[in-house]
């Protein structure tokens, strides 16, 4: 279990492309999973963890088991964005992080987010190899 209070909180900025959006600019309610999957890609990556390598060299994968998101208003076409990541627990096999997506300080998306640990090529559920908890348990 990770200690709550002194957890860092990472951020990621990313703003609302045309593509993003429905024909009146508002973004599709899909498309925060994508900003919030590339958030809690760079995180790993300021962590110093690359996925690929990952896949390449430890033979893991981390994939989404469950996630729960309340939806409080919408971003729209253009649209600046703060994605935040902050890592809540942290298990043998798994860990859960607290996802947020805010627009100048007002909070649109609020996730939690639980991510399993999986072989990369069974994809059955393994252990979260010892440097990559280190590294989280240090954060």
Known sequence: MINQPTLPIFQ????????????????????????MERARTEWLRSLGFEQTALRDSENIL???????????????????LLV?????ELRRGSF??????????ALLIQAQV???????????????????KCKMESI
């Open 12 to 35: 990621w900025s990313v703003r609302v492309y045309y593509e993003d959006t429905d024909a009146g600019g508002v973004v599709y309610h899909s498309q925060y999973l994508n900003f």
């Open 62 to 80: 981390f994939v989404v088991h469950s996630m729960q998101m309340i939806f409080k208003k919408s971003a729209k076409f253009d649209d600046i």
């Open 84 to 88: 935040e990541t902050q890592l809540m």
């Open 96 to 105: 859960v992080c607290t996802q947020k997506i805010i627009r100048q300080g």
């Open 114 to 132: 639980k991510i399993a640990c999986v072989n990369a090529v069974t994809f059955k559920p393994t252990g979260i190899p010892t440097q990559i």
